[in-house]
């Protein structure tokens, strides 16, 4: 059964010119000359965007900021209309696009819990029933009677969002509001909105949260100028999104002379990839990932050891390797190309963006024949199946890195 | 064509809560309140009364001056304030129409809803002074209800119709307290609406206020209602509402991307 259907959706903005702000622009423009629209001046911000999205489904959508994405849940909420085309949806629609519609200042927190339920689309007796729920999981009893004006901003936003989060609707529509609010807040109502899309609910959410589309969702739509670029499962499109955003791609090659190097030795290459060899961009937690640096060695005679750097986004260097153990540790080199592989088991990295620096070292005496500091970069996902560090956990979960551990628990006494 | 009566029916508790914020927060905000419910007819009464039954005398019949000017008072204030409101709803509500979808109409209606509580207030004030004055009320009040449900429909189109030219001429705002202005004027709101000449006392009537007005103090005074002119206001009213729904359903669809 389809939630969504979307068919040729297009819309267009007029820039200047075309929208009259004042009376006096509709009457000088009436009377005045009148030449043809400019075309240059309409923006699309959806082009021809076709798709249908299953009941039950957790559907994420990813892209640049002007992408279209902001456009395309308006469409769907109904707050603006397509240009041309058309989107049915069935059943009833909840929109999320902020925290806290309506909310009004000098009203109470619980006068504007009613408030901003009936806004966002519950009815009275549903609002009423799940009166008590909304305030736990606010955290704000005690402040219940007064004004919302004296509420800090984070009061306000867990108000605000616990309203939303008792939200009901056969489809939710959410816009990138998990960005706001503390870490803890947050972990709480990406849960909550996991349960909406585990009750069979089908859920449309929009994010630059990578990690939260991949935990989230089961199908991400990437949008590219107005058009989509890509559709398909969540960890595959993310994969591929990140991939092009960063200037560093997970397989690169250095042409002789823009390679880094000196009179010894120069960098011709550096890949990702998983273990049947095939070059990846993104690597599933669980598995060891292979990353592979290739170089020319133009003069003879001196010991190589090959280095790699691992790098979080945060730029925290989470491990060196050095090339100590396959028996180049001190066996000098001669000329020719060298491809050198490293292996990093699964269940290591933690998930997000690796930044990986590639170098070539001599240490006896010391001399730096290259280093290339982001030469590739990969992400790591979990899917979340269980067998990860995660288990089912589905939450934030820091650290640099995310070993699978054995432990034990004994029955000391009962 | 016709406004999707059935979904605003569905919507109708969103209707009934943002009509209940307006009032809220109007008495919230002020620092006396309810009292301005008050004041402002009280006062606007007594000034005309000084004005216009101390120099300029009207004729007002057996009815005196200060009931007189009241009962046109509670429709003009309550027009005035409700269109008032009602014009400016959508600027002030930007962040609901920009981020939730629900039948824009509701907006301006609510304010204009809202609006009903000063008028209660208004009618108190003149039960008080009906009582004071002695008049008893003839089988002419029980079409009372009528004059004000025409006026809250009045106010309603009105307010609709200029809340959605207001999103896109910003013009509106600074042209409505002159036009109502105006209108007042042309409105038997301080003299009678007899005093026009008999042969333009229907093209007078095209103002909806003037069978309105008329045919309230009729209501409440026991005076002879004037039929043609109260009928002549009323088919102005029809037209009116049929404008104000041409017109906001020809602008709703842009409202999100203008506003």
Known sequence: MQAITAKNLTKTYMLGGVAHNSLRDLITGFFGPRGPVDPMKEIRALDDISFTVNEGETLGIIGRNGAGKSTLLKVLSRITKPSSGSAIIRGRVGSLLEVGTGFHNELSGRENIYLNGAILGMKHAEIERKFDEIVAFSEIERFLDTPVKHYSSGMYMRLAFSVAAHLEPEVLIVDEVLAVGDVGFQKKCLGKMREVGEKGRTVIFVSHDMNAITRLCNRVIWLKDGRIRCDGEARTVVGEYLHEQSSVSSARRWDTDAAPGNEFARLCGVRVCDESGATISTADIRLPVGVEIEYEVFRGGKVMIPNLHFFNETGTCIFVTHDWYSGWRDKPRSAGRYKSMVWVPGNFLAEGSVYVGAALTTYMPFMLHFVEWEAVTFNVMDTIEGDSARGDYAGELPGVVRPVLEWSTDVLGK | ?259
């Not at chain 2, 999707?4 to 914020?21: D, I």
């Not at chain 2, 009815?63 to 309550?78: E, M, Q, T």
């Not at chain 2, 039929?227 to 729904?245: E, N, T």
């Open chain 2, 1 to 259: 064509m016709a406004v999707n009566l059935r979904e605003l029916w569905a919507y109708r508790e969103l209707l009934y809560f943002l009509t209940w914020r307006d009032v809220k927060i109007r008495y919230k905000q002020t620092v006396v309140g309810v009292a301005w419910a008050i004041l402002q007819p009280v006062v606007t009464t007594a000034i005309f009364t000084l004005l216009f039954s101390t120099w300029a005398r009207f004729e007002t019949g057996d009815v005196p001056y200060p009931l007189f000017a009241l009962s046109a008072l509670i429709v003009w204030l309550f027009t005035h304030n409700a269109v008032t409101l009602a014009s400016g709803s959508f600027v002030s509500n930007v962040n609901l129409v920009t981020k939730v979808y629900f039948p824009r109409i509701i907006v301006p209606l609510a304010a204009t809803i809202a609006g009903l509580f000063d008028l209660i207030f208004s009618v108190i004030i003149l039960i008080g002074l009906m009582l004071y004055y002695g008049i008893i009320p003839t089988a002419n009040l029980l079409t009372a209800p009528l004059f004000i449900v025409l006026t809250l429909i009045l106010a309603a189109a009105l307010g609709t119709m200029l809340s959605a030219l207001n999103v896109k001429f910003r013009d509106v705002k600074f042209a409505l307290p002159f036009v109502l202005q105006v209108w007042m004027i042309a409105s038997p709101v301080f003299y009678p609406a007899s005093l026009t000449p008999a042969k333009w006392q229907l093209v007078f009537a095209i103002n909806p206020l003037v069978g309105i007005i008329d045919g309230f103090r009729s209501s409440l005074f026991g005076t002879p209602f004037n039929w043609p002119v109260i009928g002549v206001s009323s088919l102005s009213i029809v037209v009116i509402c049929i404008l104000s729904i041409v017109v906001f359903k020809r602008m709703e669809d842009d409202f999100a991307d203008i506003i």
